[in-house]
């Protein structure tokens, strides 16, 4: 009996070591060890505008009484990464990484990768399953009161959006995922897709009579194509909020741009862009005003500087009889954000 369990203790032992070193023979095998991944660097184009062909170069010819400087309009760098790989194979692999990149998997062989940060509250993607497809649009939003730019010659009302948050993307049309032990790597520079306008409504007389104000900007692109970063021929309404100054108004106002651009027959009088103010007084009276800005917005199709001047008010509409209307209440027609649904 002692001698059978001695030869099944030997058994026991060899099938063990034998186990152990067949299990190191295959990690150890290079076959097993490769990896279909790649590592992506990514960086950013923090740039907040492009000049169009004809338009003004802000960032050589800044006015210093804008009392802000050029730089200070840049976006920060993103908080995420996401990273859309389609291979030929028709799979379609999403990775989310840090902003600065990192490994994803792809499919074996020739992909298309698309990149864009995913850190943002308002936009919506669409159409995500094509890289050549997939677009971004931001939420519609509705403003008690607003019925549109009364000199846009088109009677058609635009769909009303909240300013999209910037947004970055780089496209890679064919990438050869291959079969390796080392991890290649691959530079990324996301360049921007949305872009900003400084509104500037300068005053001549009364803004000291001015409690709040919000503005709108009529017939920008209603969204932007990830692939190339061209827009989209629908237009729509941008509504955002203003800041009062002792010389007059302003805001910062996110745009993916003018729509259907760029193009090879993009015409600069093509549409109507106007801008709305809408002032509520410190007595409570309502004010509005509406421009005519297309000669300005068209030269500037990726943001710029959009600038009114002359606006008044009188003095009989800023003494008048108040209402008792509280200028830091939000009460006076609020915004509404509504998901689209694409």
């Known amino acids: 009996m002692i001698h059978i369990q001695h030869c099944l203790l030997c058994i026991i032992a060899m099938t063990a070591l034998t186990a152990c070193e067949h299990k190191d023979l295959c990690f150890n095998h290079p076959e097993h060890a490769a990896r279909y991944e790649t590592r992506i660097v990514a960086e950013y184009d923090l740039t907040w505008e492009m000049p169009g062909p004809d338009g003004k ?10 009392g802000m400087s050029y730089a200070s309009l840049n976006p920060a760098v993103p908080e995420g990464l996401c990273v859309n790989s389609y291979g030929s194979d028709g799979v379609k692999l999403t990775r989310h990484l840090p902003a600065s990149g990192g490994k994803v998997e792809m499919s074996p062989g020739i992909n298309s990768v698309l990149m864009y940060n995913d850190d943002t509250e308002y936009i919506i993607f669409d159409d995500l399953n094509s890289s050549v497809s997939a677009k971004a649009s931001t939420r519609s939003r509705s403003r008690a009161g607003y019925s549109g730019n009364s000199l846009d010659p088109v009677d058609e009302p635009e769909k009303t959006i909240t300013p999209p948050d910037f947004l970055f993307g780089h496209y890679i049309r064919e990438y050869d995922q291959k079969h390796s ?3 290649p790597s691959v530079e990324a520079m996301l360049r921007p897709l949305v872009f900003s306008y400084l509104v500037r ?83 409570g009276k309502l004010l509005t005003f509406d421009h005519d800005v297309t000669a300005q917005v068209a030269l500037q199709p990726h943001g710029g500087v959009i600038v009114v001047k ?10 008048e009889s108040g209402s ?3 200028v830091t209440v939000d009460g006076w027609g609020d915004y509404e954000d509504v998901i689209i649904n694409m």
């Open 181 to 183: 032990e080392i991890i």
């Open 310 to 319: 002359g606006l008044e008010v009188s003095d009989e509409d800023g003494k």
């Open 201 to 283: 409504y300068e005053f001549s007389r009364g803004i000291e009579y001015v409690g709040i104000a919000r503005g709108a900007l009529s017939g920008m692109a209603e969204s932007v194509f990830l692939h190339d970063g061209h827009t989209g021929k629908e237009r729509a309404t941008i509504l955002y909020d203003c800041t009062v100054h002792d010389w007059g108004i302003e805001a910062v106002v996110n745009s993916f741009g003018v729509p259907d651009y760029p193009n090879s027959s993009y015409s600069r009088t093509d549409g109507f862009f106007g801008l709305n103010l809408e002032l509520r007084l410190k007595n």
């Open 57 to 66: 170069d802000w960032q050589a010819e800044w006015p210093g009484t804008f």
């Open 324 to 326: 008792g209307f509280d």
